[in-house]
């Protein structure tokens, strides 16, 4: 076996590649200009894409809207991104985009939140860690319950930071439909062609732009619409004919006893974890679907806001996430919340209203997938430092999954119930993050969380 790192000419090295007997290298015989030039063309109009999958870029990007990156950077699953963290980082400086007309308002009751929620949280902490001193070094674990709830006020016109890494081909992708976005797409989207000084990825640009209104960036994805209730569908029944035996659905959700490991064993039946297919109707605050875009292997259809002419005349819980600590406010301060969620959007454009929405406002999807991914969701969604939306979501789905197959299992939920099954001890990985309660012990959907 010989095995090499490549850093150049990978476009058109893996596509000689694909019709030589040998692996084409930098170090090969390189061919004409006119060759090189007519297998990039005729590579790139037949949509052999995948020779633009081998070479990848990684921007360092500061001053975007959160909008952004929830609807255009991360509206697809061919990207890694670690972006600053709304529930771990104080935002009472943060600057908003100029299309952001709320900011500074939502600035001052983010800080009044933030302000009430520190001794209604602090006292929650310490019915759970009793001998914690959160006036010191325990100070920021409460500090950080205290951003997670406030930060349902922010809009998402709030800049962000973040590195992303992208492929060759979701670079160009960007350039296309960036031109059908927004003006900020399109300014960012060019600042970071304009960096990328790439011999073949500027030939493949060029040949872009040259058709523009017919070349196709096929994604193989098919849309799928649902009726509005939630459901979850199941078809490992076309798969029973194994060597051993037939399949149970208790054979496809099992769990790995092997102490050497901690995750789910998803290999033995690994056809029939991927053809067990669930859909779900789902309507979440914009912050917990922004969350739910970093499983890749689940796909959401578009996006649906509803905003109704006059909210005051309907319940709010339609159209707005309050998270439950929420209740405990001061009666003032929850007028002055209820007062803003009901003018933010008065005199703003279509484009502008997108900026100006909060992160608790109400967004309804589909969410579709197969088992292997719901499982590596739900096991890290199940935690109780999971924020407190995503884990009653997943809590939910995983009882409807249960429910579905007539399941017994009650040991599976967060990692320390996986850690515990095999005997891999500590059984929570969270470190000095602990959560405070041993949830191994425990059937997750009997668990009420407190904070």
Known sequence: ?????????????????????????????????????????????????????????????????????????????????????????????????????????????????????????EKRYKDIFPYRNTVNKYKTDVQHKVFENARAIIPNGILTNLYHTISHLTLLRYYALSRHFSDEAQDLVDQMVNLVQDKEFLYDLDLVKEQEESFSFNTHYIIRYLPSQIMAREFSSLLVDYPRGRITDYDIIRFNKNSRRSSLNLYDYSDSNIHTYYEFDSTTSIACAIQQQRYRGINRDIFTIEIPGDLSSKGASDFIYFPKIFKELSSPLKLRIGQFLLQFHSGLSSEEFIYNLPNCWKVSYTESGNLVSFLHKWSQRLCLNAQDEIWEISKSQWKQVKEVHNLTIDSFGAPCHIRQESNKKPFCPEGKRFCGIPVWKKDILQIERTL
Request: glycine letters at 2%.
């Open 1 to 121: 076996m010989n095995i090499s790192l490549v850093d150049k000419s990978l476009v058109l090295n893996s596509a000689r590649t694909c019709y030589s007997k040998d692996l084409v290298t930098p170090e090969s015989r390189q061919v004409s200009d006119k060759v090189r030039d007519s297998i990039l063309s005729s590579t790139l109009e037949a949509s052999h894409l995948t020779t633009r999958q081998h070479k990848y870029y990684t921007f360092g990007i500061s001053g975007v809207s959160r909008s952004l990156v929830w609807l255009f950077l991360h509206s697809h699953p061919f990207y890694n991104t670690e972006e600053k963290s709304l529930r771990y980082v104080d935002i009472s400086s943060s600057i908003f985009h100029s299309k952001c007309k709320v900011g500074e308002e939502a600035r001052t009751l983010y800080k009044d939140i933030c302000k009430e929620l520190f001794p209604i949280i």
